[in-house]
């Protein structure tokens, strides 16, 4: 394939409230250790939209690309790249630089909603083969986030794990229970979501926190009283009372997300359940390059299906309605680009 000379991409709006397409220059030359990706497909976060809504916590450059998921193919290599090949299926990592560096693609420097992008070596990834450009596409945030939120290194079978909504970590984290034989409790607004989510798998259960706002203790009735080993809290601060009450003793709290906001009156008391049950809380931002090698790994030991995890593939063309979709909140799952 020749080198192209220029990109489409999408920006955000010097408002910052919408994002335009426009096309860009491509450098022509890779320094040693860089390469050229073709991106395949890109998957949708809730930050991508929440920048444009003024509910993400970090500032975030004008004008900037956003996304941070996608799989990509390899269409050039720097002079002294030797991890890759051309042809090789990708996907950027979300995190660090090669100097060590923390960034976040999409936000504080520029995203992958774009045709071509270039990447030093040391920033991607080889994503499973057997997974389709869209499923690969939810790897880099989604996955490595429950991945990682999940505590796999020391609970897996046997162990049980609570997640809320039904977004793309929270199912990301249910597949990955159901092949580590891990009990997964859903919870969210919608019996139909929930019907959805029971179909991922053996030991799949959901709490409908509209009409059973008292989850906390529903988690604690589906686990015979012993509370949940993991709490994947993508929800925030509003939640935390009722996260450590549907905690099993040594269990972990992974606070992932921000859906509730980042305001509140009265702090709740953390560390007297800290104390008593011996929980550990963590603040879960994505992973390390080698979290989502190891992510990958698993993924391909179990073959796991990630069908079900895309709800919806809007084309490139489409993103403004793939941001909107997103943020209506009818999803399951991934909102995916396909470019």
């Known amino acids: 394939m020749a080198f192209p000379t220029t990109t489409r991409a999408f920006r955000r709006t010097s408002d910052g409230k919408s994002i335009e397409l426009i096309a860009e220059p491509v450098p022509q030359t890779l320094q040693p250790t860089q390469v050229l990706l073709k991106i395949l497909a890109v998957s ?10 003024n509910r993400y916590p970090i500032p975030v450059i004008p ?5 941070s998921d996608a799989s990509a193919t390899i269409i050039s290599v720097g002079s002294s790249v030797t991890e890759f090949a051309l042809g090789d299926f990708v996907a950027p990592t979300f995190r660090e630089t090669c100097s060590g560096e923390i960034r976040a693609f999409g936000g504080d420097v520029d995203g992958v909603l774009r ?3 270039i ?6 990834t080889k994503i499973p083969a057997y997974l389709s450009s869209e499923e690969a596409s939810t790897i880099p945030c989604a996955g490595v986030t429950a991945w990682t939120a999940l505590d796999f290194d020391k609970k897996r079978q046997g162990a049980s794990a609570l997640v809320q909504g039904t977004g793309g970590v929270s199912i990301f984290a249910t597949l990955l229970c159901v092949a580590a034989g891990m009990a997964a409790i859903i919870t969210s607004s919608s019996d139909d979501k929930l019907k959805k989510c029971k179909e991922l798998g053996q030991g799949v259960q959901g709490i409908n926190y509209r009409t059973d706002p008292d989850w906390d203790e529903g988690a604690k009735k589906l686990t015979h009283g012993k509370g949940v080993d993991v709490v994947i809290n993508n929800v925030g601060i509003t939640s935390m009372e009722q996260c450590f009450n549907a905690l099993a003793r040594y269990g972990t709290i992974s606070l992932v997300g921000f859906l509730g906001g980042i305001e509140q009156t009265q702090m709740p008391d953390c560390f007297t359940p800290v104390l008593m049950k011996a929980a550990r809380v963590q603040g879960i931002f994505v ?11 698993f993924l391909t030991e179990k073959r796991i299906d990630l069908k079900p995890l895309v709800d919806r593939v809007f084309r490139f063309e ?15 799952g991934k909102v995916v680009i396909k470019i």
């Open 44 to 53: 949708l976060n809730f930050r991508d939209v929440g920048m444009l809504h």
């Open 63 to 67: 004008h900037g690309i956003p996304c």
């Open 115 to 117: 045709e071509y992008a």
């Open 119 to 124: 990447f030093d070596q040391c920033d991607i």
């Open 287 to 297: 992973g390390t390059r080698e979290d989502q090698q190891d992510l990958c790994t």
């Open 318 to 332: 489409e993103s403004a309605d793939a941001f909107e979709y997103l943020y209506s909140g009818t999803h399951t």
